[in-house]
Each structure stands twice: as C-alpha cells, then as structure tokens.
C-alpha cells in the first residue's frame, strides 16, 4: 500500500507565505511525476505545479513567480512554497504522485488526503 500525508495548510493573511509538504511511504519502487492540484468548491481539480523525478518543474500561468515545487527523492517527500498568497486561493490543496511499487508493476496515480489552505483577506 502506499500512502501520501500532506501537511502545512492552514490559515494565512493575504500576501503571506504557506510552505506544504507531501510524504510519499508505504511499497514504493519509483516515483515519477509529483504534483500539487487545488481544488474550489464546487469545481474540480486544477494543476498548481508539478516537478519530474529529474527535476523538471511546470506551474499554473497564475502562480508563476510566486509559488515553487521542490522534491527531495531522498525523502519521497514534494514541497510547494507559496507565496504572495491571494484570498481566491483559498481552497483544499492535493498532493498527486505516479508511483511505481514494483519493478513489475505499472505506474498508478495516488493523492493524498487534502490540506485546506485560507487566505484571509
């Protein structure tokens, strides 16, 4: 089984700073693609930021320049640092990673649980 925890949302002024993390754990051969996905009520989930196993990132055109993705393989852990953080950010935050849990096996999309993150304006 594999298990993603995600930690770090809460509440924030607007123009402050979050920092999430995402821990991967459980049966884990390789993991590929790692992603950040916010989620509005009432609408689905949309692509924050996403980084490959090799380091290279892609971000939302809306937060370019504010936000950063990180990964630390050592760890199996993804990071997002936001900053300048708006109120129409406020939303429930997913971690996404493609995980392969053995050699045989075929890479699978896991999410984690959600992390609420408020912007007050």
């Known amino acids: 089984q594999v298990q993603l925890v995600e930690s770090g949302g809460g509440l924030v002024q607007a123009g402050g700073s979050l920092r999430l993390s995402c821990a991967a754990s459980g049966s884990i051969f390789s993991i590929n693609r790692m992603g950040w996905y916010r989620q509005f009520p009432g609408n689905q989930r949309e692509l924050v930021a996403a980084?490959?196993?090799?380091?290279?990132?892609n971000y939302a055109d809306s937060v370019k320049g504010r936000f950063t993705i990180s990964r630390d393989n050592t760890k199996n852990t993804v990071y997002l640092q936001m900053n300048s953080l708006k109120p129409e950010e406020t939303a429930v935050y997913y971690c996404?990673?493609?995980?392969?849990?053995?050699?045989?096996?075929?890479?699978?999309?896991?999410w984690g649980q959600g992390t609420q993150v408020t912007v007050s304006s």
């Open positions: 996404k990673a493609d995980i392969q849990t053995s050699a045989l096996r075929f890479v699978y999309s896991y």
């Open positions: 980084v490959t196993s090799g380091g290279t990132t």
